[in-house]
């Protein structure tokens, strides 16, 4: 069996060396290394060079082509020349090399996506771990400080209030986050189709927190027009009680944060 490997710049040396070292112990095989013109060829590995002892050209005829792999091939790809010196491949091989180069592809966006999905956990669980530790630190904060007997609605408590997504106070922007996430990414997806089926205007609503993560109330700034619209976001806010305790930092200055957003239904609700 004659076997002729083809050498061209920048090619893997593994590629190349490894079929050689294989084909050379096979009984009755002639392995011969070939390059467009003889002599030696760079590699992707430096310094390293193979020698082509002949020409295509000289080669008659040939049992097995061997092309190896490298950054080089996508120059390869363009070098007419060596192209005809390799001869036109059947159609057959071309479909088959389609098909691998696109099975190869989606091998390559799945490990991509895997990768991201990944990532996206990994972000979330940071996030859980984080609220909890703010959580438990709240709760260690209440657990020393006096607690008022009077309801909330008769208190003279500490408030503060975030009507949209900037402040100057950094804790209170991003307890106010938190809690639009869990809202938005926790609500079901049924809920929010069939709230934005039903024409309706788009709502502003204040939510009060109190400290310990529960609802104080709900209050319609500019309501939908809807009633069920309007019961339908007392269901979801509540729903989602009791929600993260203020950290130690926003619990020592405020009992209750007002968090005023106008919400949005389409494929998910949207907070702004």
Not at 63 to 91: K, M
């Amino acid at each position: 069996m004659h076997v002729t490997l083809v050498l061209f710049p920048q090619l893997t040396p593994l590629d190349a060396v490894g079929p050689y070292e294989a084909l050379i112990r096979m009984p009755q095989s002639v392995v011969e290394l070939a390059a467009m013109q003889p002599g030696p060829m760079t590699t992707s590995r430096g310094p390293l060079l193979l020698n082509a002892d002949r020409s295509l050209a000289s080669i008659a005829s040939t049992d097995v082509l061997l092309v190896p792999g490298g950054p080089g091939t996508r120059a390869l790809e363009r070098d007419e020349a060596l192209l005809a010196e390799l001869g036109t491949p059947p159609p057959e091989l071309k479909e088959r090399v389609r098909r691998a180069q696109k099975e190869a592809a989606r091998i390559r966006e799945e490990k991509e996506e895997d990768a991201r999905r990944a990532a996206r956990r990994e972000a979330m669980g940071r996030q859980l771990n984080e609220e909890a530790d703010r959580r438990k630190a709240a709760e260690a904060a209440a657990a020393t400080r006096p607690q008022s007997t009077l309801p909330y609605s008769y208190s003279s408590a500490r408030r503060a209030r975030l009507w949209g997504r900037s402040d100057a106070n950094a804790e209170l922007v991003l307890y106010a986050e938190a809690w639009a996430r869990k809202i938005q990414f926790n609500t079901p997806v049924e809920t929010v189709r069939e709230v934005a089926k039903r024409p309706h205007t788009t709502p502003m609503v204040t939510v009060a927190i109190r400290s310990d993560g529960s609802v104080e109330s709900v209050t319609f700034v500019v309501s939908s027009g809807v009633a069920e619209v309007d019961e339908a976001i007392r269901r979801i806010v509540q729903s989602h009680a009791v929600y993260p305790p203020f950290p130690p930092a926003l619990s020592r200055e405020y009992d209750v944060v007002e968090v005023r957003r106008t919400w949005h239904f389409d494929t998910a609700i949207r907070l702004y």
